[in-house]
C-alpha cells in the first residue's frame, strides 16, 4: 500500500514536502516515482529513482524539485520548491515497475500507486 501526504495550498514561490509511505515488502528496494495529473490530461511522471540511488527527473521540475527516501522508515518524499500556478494538480507515487523498462518516468510501467495528494499553487 502506498499513501501520499503533504498535499496544500501555497503560494507562487513556496515549497511544499509530499511524503509517500510504502508499507509491506512487496516495495523493499523497488524503483519509485512520483507522477501528477490535472484533470483530463495524461499521467506525467516528474521523478523517479531507482534502488542504487539514481534519479531521473523531468525537465519541468528539475533545479525545483528533489526526490529522496528513508529506506528504513520506508517513505519516499518529494521536496517541492519554487512552486508555480502550473504545478498545481494531483500528486501521485508509484513503486514496483514492470516490462519494458524503458522510461523510469513512464506511467505504464508501475504497478503500485497510492491515492494521491492535491497540490494547490496560487499566483
Known amino acids: 500500500q502506498l499513501v501520499e501526504s503533504g498535499g496544500d495550498s501555497v503560494q507562487a514561490g513556496g515549497s511544499l514536502e509530499l511524503s509517500c509511505a510504502a508499507s509491506?515488502?512487496?516495495?523493499?528496494?523497488?524503483?519509485m516515482a512520483w507522477f501528477r495529473q490535472a484533470p483530463v490530461k495524461e499521467r506525467e511522471g516528474i521523478v523517479g529513482?531507482?534502488?542504487?540511488?539514481?534519479?531521473v527527473y523531468a525537465d519541468s521540475v528539475k533545479g525545483r524539485f528533489t526526490i529522496s527516501q528513508d529506506t528504513r522508515k520506508g517513505t519516499l518524499y518529494l521536496q517541492m520548491n519554487s512552486l508555480k500556478p502550473e504545478d498545481t494538480t494531483m500528486y501521485y507515487c508509484?513503486?514496483?515497475?514492470?516490462?519494458?523498462?524503458?522510461?523510469?518516468?513512464?506511467?505504464?510501467?508501475?504497478?503500485?500507486w497510492g491515492q494521491g495528494t492535491q497540490v494547490t499553487v496560487s499566483s
Open positions: 529513482i531507482v534502488r542504487i540511488g539514481n534519479t
Open positions: 509491506g515488502w512487496t516495495f523493499r528496494g523497488s524503483d
Open positions: 508509484a513503486a514496483v515497475r514492470r516490462p519494458p523498462y524503458r522510461s523510469l518516468l513512464s506511467a505504464s510501467e508501475y504497478k503500485y
